[in-house]
């Protein structure tokens, strides 16, 4: 069963739209919700992050939706840059000493 | 800044063999990871280690063994290689107590099993 699921799966924009990533969890003592960008050929790398006291976290084009009670987050990519083009995981954790549960990623493609 | 160092970056090996994997970290964490990534099954935590000689399971330690003998370093051991078995291993760090639990990653290991 997986913990952290993400949709879509994959994801096409064009250059200056916003692109809109979803995710959702099962487990209601997770309090910490990263999500990483990874590109081809490399380890993923944060990206953004936010806790379970927080409803928005923004940086840059970056923002991140919580909604604690229904257990959904989404990330929006506002002005979507080719360079965007990345596959995004939603993590989460209660204690991330023990490690982040990872979704499946979004791969999102950016057309010039 | 600091750097993980994950080698080999490639690994071939023959069904049944023993492969040992290597991480190297010169971020001072005290918590490192190892992760394992399938194409279209996300990152799934193989073993992880607080402090130098600790060791504790993840969710897919069957088949595998680690070993922490360093702070910087962190070893991973495929016991029996699968054939067709095709796979990163991604190695991790990060602070122990920290506020933002951030990992930093290394480039992954690619292991190709015949």
């Known amino acids: 069963q997986q913990q952290v699921r993400q949709s879509p799966q994959s994801l096409t924009v064009w250059e200056g739209e916003t692109a809109i990533l979803n995710c959702s969890y099962e487990d209601s003592t997770f309090n910490y919700f990263p999500w990483y960008q990874q590109f081809p050929g490399e380890g993923p790398a944060l990206l953004i992050s936010i806790s379970s006291v927080s409803d928005k976290k923004e940086d840059g084009r970056f923002t991140i939706f919580f909604n604690k009670r229904e257990k959904k987050l989404s990330l929006h990519i506002t002005d979507s840059q080719p360079g965007d083009s990345a596959t995004y995981f939603c993590?989460?954790?209660?204690?991330?000493?023990?490690?982040?549960?990872f979704g499946l990623g979004t791969r999102v493609s950016v057309f010039p | 800044g600091g750097i993980i160092t994950q080698t080999p970056k490639f690994l071939i090996g023959q069904e049944g063999q023993k492969l040992t994997l290597k991480c190297q970290q010169n971020f001072n964490h005290d918590t490192m990871y190892w992760y394992r990534q399938d194409s279209g099954k996300g990152l799934r935590l193989i073993y992880y280690s607080i402090t130098e000689n600790d060791l504790q399971k993840g969710d897919l330690s069957e088949g595998y063994d680690a070993s922490r003998e360093k702070k910087s370093s962190f070893s991973l051991t495929v016991t029996s290689a699968q054939k067709n078995e095709m796979a990163v291993f991604l190695c991790a760090s990060s602070i122990t107590g920290g506020d933002t639990g951030q990992l930093y990653f290394g480039e992954g290991s690619k292991l190709t099993v015949l």
């Open positions: 993590a989460a954790s209660y204690n991330y000493a023990q490690g982040l549960t």
